[in-house]
């Protein structure tokens, strides 16, 4: 027998002018997971925030197992049995995995015998689920996997019957995936409701039982999963056809332009990041790096772009050494010679949010023709260019003169892209070209970049992404711990293959 | 036995010198535990200085001083509060606005309620706390060792002075042991996470800020109503300051504060000792240099030897709830 936990009537939501959920109609039933699908900025986590309490809702109605609810604050939603797994985990790093659950739910004033009874419950809790947390452990000590285990035992100990999991497995490696995907198949064997906010389709086809669907702030659509398939979802999602795989032809290889021997990099801390890596890419072909976020990919790009200080070892561009401990070459200089990079942060490195996005669109290159002469910029042509790259990179709006902050994720990739490969580089640097980007920028980030690789750029393509260094890569590098743990060609791999590499099993 | 009262009375300093860094340390922990930037210690000490040498002045109990100050005290976090976690305001921004604004008001209010810029009439008698004698002082006084511990270092305190080292362990216990200080430490490092445990985070600021300025208090009638008889001018002399850095090379911990404090109110125990002493070997140290110590001090351990301090993550952002 179906009875719903949660309904949703007319929900809506507005921030200033951006209406984020537009008369939003949902009902989940008891015991199902329930996935919610759509791509960045369709209003999912908006929704999810406002059946948690995070967010008011401007109007509209829920109802929990029948009766109408008012959640006004998260202490609402909890009391309700309504618990939530944010994307970005809401844990106290420098706190035990103990103190972070029972925050909030401390049931004492000075720490004694309700802090003994929550231990040996939450030890129960674990042992249900074979969570193997240990209670007293850091969460700084713990991997991301485990913290997400602690965000669910903090949800399941404040009692929740409906758990919600905003985009969980965007930051898990495919072994954590299937971990989770087995305690989220048990929870519903114990009648828990879970509700998955997710825009990876693979995960609504494995795990639900009802699917619904989000574009731009509406709820375009409920069906059961049985009944439909990854190409249908991916048009409701987007409004219209979507490539899922990358297009491509056969790369055509020509000479070695960028060289990497034994190269070592320290980060901020003084530890070695990056160890030993040799590596070569060829004109005209994608080298693909897989990895867990956190494995040296983030230093081996900033050393390689000229950000980072070369700790031993050299690079080789066009057979000539460029960078080593001692001589190395500035961003400028390496821009120069035609290497160009699309930083891994683009918040942090590639752009100046607070900066209009004609700005954006001309750093690094602001001092040369035509957008400068002697020192003065030329505002005329500046803006000529700007909207010029702007319409062909399908930057919206095409407003050059609008803060880059108020641009979308997928937008303001495309700014810095734009810029990037305007000058054709013979070489192109690329980290996380697609994180928190929609499907539809996706597809056309993609299509450039085979597009460059086609004309003849070597590309190094560093992602979280395994579908995306995947669909878009010839040969694959696998790091971790600093170290390339496996190198394969594209054709006959599996992500399984390259899931036990990123965990670091090597055979 | 010279030598070992010089010591005796060295260490009786260092504690009376203490006293206000110990009880500004302890504030600036609330504060910032809970991330709001506490740069306003300085101004606060010398309002409380200020109301508390009124208030003993026209009530004739030093302790009612000490409860205006309080109150003094408190309103001014909340106006640092409102500032900052209400209006998310820069934080430090609205602690130097508190400090200047602090200086001038009293001064501008001194001279208009007592007719002299920046003082306050001498309190007598009963307006005044008194030196504390600990039971049997006097007869154990001639006992060796014990006798000089006890009656030369730890009798004869202002009460500031006894309530300044309790208000530590208290301090720790309730950080660390009770679930009000969990969340004063959870809301300084991921407001986000107490935001989602159903606490108020706003509340919860709020409400370290009130203890802060409780605290305060204590620090700045130590200054006017006890070691001293009156409020002068910028009487709290940067110890506001110092308490700030005693509390930072203590890594917002109570217990490595304390200790931090207890350092530079020795090495302020040792310049007042040291003026006008000849030293062996490079002779007399001119006043300004021996008095420059606790500073230079200061900033060679907050430059080397303090190694990382960890501050409170989310320490100086404002919580914005919806975005």
Redesign the interface.
Known sequence: MVSPILELTNINKS?GHVHANKDINLTINKGTIHGIIGENGAGKSTLMSIV????QANSGEIKINGKETKLR???????NGIG?V?Q?F??????TVL??I?????G????GAKLEKAKADLKKLCETYNFNIDLDATISDLSVGFRQRVEILKSLYRGAEILILDEPTGVLTPQEVDELFKILRSLKEEGKTIVLITHKLIEIMDLTSQVSVMRQGEMVGHTKTEETNKEKLAEMMVGRSVLLRVDKSEAKKGEVVFKVNDLSVKDDLDVIRVKNINLEIRSGEILGIAGVTGNGQTELLEALSGIRKVESGSIELFNKKISDKQNYLNPKMLKEKGLAHVPEDRQRMGLISDFKAYENLIFGYHDQEPFSKSSILKHKEIHEHSYKVMKEYDVRPNSPNLITSNFSGGNQQKIILSRELNENPKVLLVGQPTRGVDIGAIEFIHQRLIDMRDKGAAILLASVELDEVLSLSDRIIVMFDGKIVGEKDNKNVTDRELGLLMAGVTE | MEFLSDIASLINSTLRISTPLVFAAMAGIFAERSGVIDFSLEGKMLMAAFVAAVGSYYLGNPWLGLLLAMLACVSLSMLHGFASVTHRGDQVVSCVAINILIIGLTTALAAAWFGQAGLTPTLTGDQRFLEINLPFAQALSDIPIIGIIYSDILSGHYIFVYLAYLSVPIVYWVVF????G??V??VG??P?????????VFAMRYKALAINGVLIAFAGAHLSTAVNANFFREMSAGRGYLALAAMIFGKWHPKTALIACLLFGFTDALQIRLQGVELPVVGEIPVQLIQAIPYILTVVLLAGFVGKAIAP?AIGQPYI???
């Open positions: 921030f948690f309490g995070l967010y604050s998260p202490k609402d939603s909890i009391v939530m944010h970005h809401m844990l106290v790093e420098n706190f103190e972070n029972i925050l909030g739910f401390e004492e004033t000075v720490f | 042991k009770t679930s009000f969990l969340r430490r959870a490092e991921n986000s996470a107490v935001d989602t445990a159903g606490i108020n993550n709830k919806e975005r």
